[in-house]
């Protein structure tokens, strides 16, 4: 089975009244079903990013007839993942509309891609996955803290999609600066993936450490039939074809695989009395869970915390040297 652990009702999510969320990637997969998930329960705004105005009106299209109710509350947030001014330009939209935030799910990603880079010169997967939510992040996390400070109650979340994947990373190293400013095409691609799904998980554990006002979680969706993988599919027409009935029959429904990501942003928190709700099972900050809410220790690389560190560093200079 590719999805354990207790279940989790996303109809009995609590009240969000007033709560501003932010989703990556939510024109569609985990990203869109996330957002159909927390929609009905009445937060004042959910910022749906996709990369143009054209997908997200295809997906309001789609949210409007499931949540007719609710639609009302979705805004598009322009954000192209594979762009820093991208990045700093969705940042600065927001932040001119609003004065808090209280949940960050960094959802989009892609995976198995070929060789390529970013518009800044990174390799794409780890520009895409990693480096462009971490400057997301930087620049919205004096708002996120603010709204942890706004009151005694408060509950601030940052929801990190990362992947089991992430134990394809390279195993001599976990992570190699030296490379990711290249295409990286001497790598297998799945290496390059798990590399990127690597920062995810550490960067989320970094994020828990320094800011502990934060709520901050790595979320594995599970196996889930979403366009993730076309990339691959479409490169390794031989071996996809051996693969696809497999996977079609082990793979979940992205409502289904949206459910560990959605549980997030609304468990009890561990430590945290009278936070969150709607699962029996509590969410601790920093932690790595695989569907439903079940906690996994992750690789030996998703341990270090001195790689974590190291990762954060690496990836702040880089920001400087670029001028973000």
């Known amino acids: 089975m590719v999805f354990r652990g207790p279940p989790f ?9 007033g709560k501003v969320i932010i989703i990556t990637g939510a024109n569609g997969g985990l990203g ?20 143009s105005q054209a997908k997200y009106d295809a997906a309001m299209k789609g949210i409007t007839a499931a949540i007719p109710n609710a639609a009302s509350a979705v805004k598009y947030l322009e954000l192209d993942l594979t762009s820093l001014a991208s990045v700093k330009s969705a940042a600065q939209a927001f932040l001119s509309e609003n004065s808090r935030l209280d949940i960050l799910m960094n959802n989009a990603g892609i995976m198995a891609t070929p060789a390529g880079l970013t518009k800044d010169g990174y390799e794409i997967q780890f520009g895409t996955n990693h480096m462009g939510h971490f400057l997301l992040t930087k620049l919205l996390l004096p708002t996120l803290q603010a709204t942890a400070a706004s009151s005694p109650d408060a509950d601030v979340r940052i929801i990190n999609l990362t992947s089991d994947g992430h134990s394809f990373a390279p195993r001599n190293a976990g992570f190699l600066p030296d490379t990711v400013k290249t295409d990286m095409q001497d790598y297998n691609t799945l290496t390059r993936y798990g590399q990127s799904k690597l920062a995810n998980l550490l960067f989320t554990r970094e994020l828990a450490k320094r800011y502990p006002d934060i709520t901050s979680v790595a979320i594995h969706p599970g196996v889930v039939g979403t366009n993730l993988a076309n990339s691959f599919t479409d490169s390794h027409r031989w071996l996809s074809y051996l693969m696809v009935p497999l996977i079609k029959v082990a793979t979940g429904k992205p409502s289904v695989g949206a459910l560990n990501q959605t549980w997030a942003c609304v468990a009890p928190v561990t430590g945290r009395k009278g936070v969150g709700g709607g699962s029996e099972r509590e969410v601790k900050s920093g932690g790595y869970y695989v569907p439903v809410a079940k ?12 790689l974590a560190k190291k990762l954060w560093e690496w990836s702040e200079e880089e920001l400087e040297r670029l001028g973000y």
């Open 32 to 51: 869109y079903e996330s957002l159909l998930h927390l929609a009905p329960h009445h937060p004042a705004k959910i910022y749906l990013c996709a990369r």
């Open 9 to 17: 009702d996303p109809k009995k999510i609590p009240d969000l009244a």
């Open 295 to 306: 906690p996994d220790a992750g690789s030996k690389w998703a341990n270090d915390a001195e």
